[in-house]
C-alpha cells in the first residue's frame, strides 16, 4: 500500500535560518509526491510536485524538494525561513491512474523570529 | 491554478440535526472529488471519493448513512452528515483533481462544524 512518514512533529527554524521538512514514501511503482502547506482553519494549498525529471523540484513560495529515490525520499527545504512561514506541512504520494492521496501525518513548522 | 469553494466555511447546529456541506469547482469541471475530515493537528483521513452521475466510493469505516454524498453536477458535491452529534464535530475538507493524471489535487477551504 502506498504511504508517506513524516518522522517529526514539529520543526522549530529561526528566522533566516534553512528549513528543512522530511518525508520518506513506500509505494509500488513509480511515485507521485507532493507537498501541501496549511495554515490554519484553512484548506491546503499546493507548494510543489515530482512526476518525473529532475531530481529537485523548486515551487511556490521559494520552496524546493529533493527526490531521491535511493532514499525513498522527499523532503522539503527552503534556504532562508521566514515567520510566515510558519504553518503545518503535508507530504501526499498518488500513484498514476489513481486519484487518491495518501497524506502524511503533517508537520508543524513554527519559524522564530 | 483552480479554485475549489466550500460552503459553509463554518457551522454550529444542535445534535440530532442534519448538516448540508457544499464543495463546488469553480473554473472547471471534476467527475471526480474527495471530502476529508482532518482532527485538530492532525492528517487528513479521506472519508469517501464522489463520483458525478454515480454513488461515492466510501473508505472502509466511514458509515454511508452517516454521511450523505452526492454529486449533483460536474462542478457540485455535497456532503451531508445526517443525525450529528457532538463525535461528528471536526475540519471537513473537500478536493478536485486538476484535468489530466499529473495535475495536483485542489483543496477547498474547509468547514468547520461544531454539534452542539
Known amino acids: 500500500a502506498q504511504s508517506v512518514a513524516q518522522p517529526e512533529d514539529q520543526v522549530n527554524v529561526a528566522e533566516g535560518n534553512p528549513l528543512t521538512v522530511k518525508c520518506t514514501y513506500s509505494?509500488?511503482?513509480?511515485?507521485?509526491l507532493f507537498w501541501y502547506v496549511q495554515y490554519p482553519n484553512r484548506g491546503l494549498q499546493f507548494l510543489l510536485k515530482?512526476?518525473?525529471?529532475?531530481?529537485l523540484v523548486k515551487g511556490s513560495y521559494g520552496f524546493e524538494a529533493e527526490f531521491n529515490k535511493s532514499q525513498t525520499s522527499f523532503h522539503l527545504k527552503k534556504p532562508s525561513a521566514l515567520v510566515s512561514d510558519s504553518a503545518l506541512y503535508f507530504c501526499?504520494?498518488?500513484?498514476?491512474?489513481?486519484?487518491?492521496?495518501?497524506f502524511g501525518k503533517g508537520n508543524q513548522v513554527v519559524v522564530i523570529p | 491554478g483552480a479554485v475549489v469553494s466550500q460552503h459553509p466555511s463554518w457551522v454550529i447546529c444542535k445534535s440530532g440535526t442534519s448538516v448540508k456541506i457544499e464543495c463546488r469547482s469553480l473554473?472547471?469541471?471534476?467527475?471526480?472529488m474527495f471530502w476529508y475530515r482532518q482532527f485538530p493537528k492532525q492528517s487528513l483521513m479521506l472519508m469517501a471519493t464522489?463520483?458525478?452521475?454515480?454513488?461515492?466510493?466510501?473508505e472502509q469505516g466511514v458509515e454511508k448513512d452517516k454521511f450523505l454524498i452526492n454529486h449533483a453536477s460536474l462542478t457540485l458535491s455535497t456532503l451531508t452528515v445526517t443525525s450529528a452529534h457532538p463525535e461528528d464535530s471536526s475540519f471537513y475538507i473537500c478536493?478536485?483533481?486538476?484535468?489530466?493524471?499529473?495535475?495536483?489535487?485542489?483543496f477547498g477551504p474547509g468547514t468547520r462544524l461544531t454539534v452542539l
Open positions: 515530482y512526476i518525473t525529471g529532475d531530481n
Open positions: 478536493s478536485a483533481p486538476g484535468q489530466g493524471a499529473w495535475n495536483e489535487q485542489f
Open positions: 501526499a504520494v498518488r500513484l498514476y491512474g489513481n486519484n487518491r492521496l495518501a
Open positions: 509505494v509500488s511503482g513509480n511515485p507521485y
Open positions: 473554473d472547471f469541471q471534476a467527475t471526480t
Open positions: 464522489s463520483n458525478e452521475g454515480s454513488k461515492a466510493t466510501y
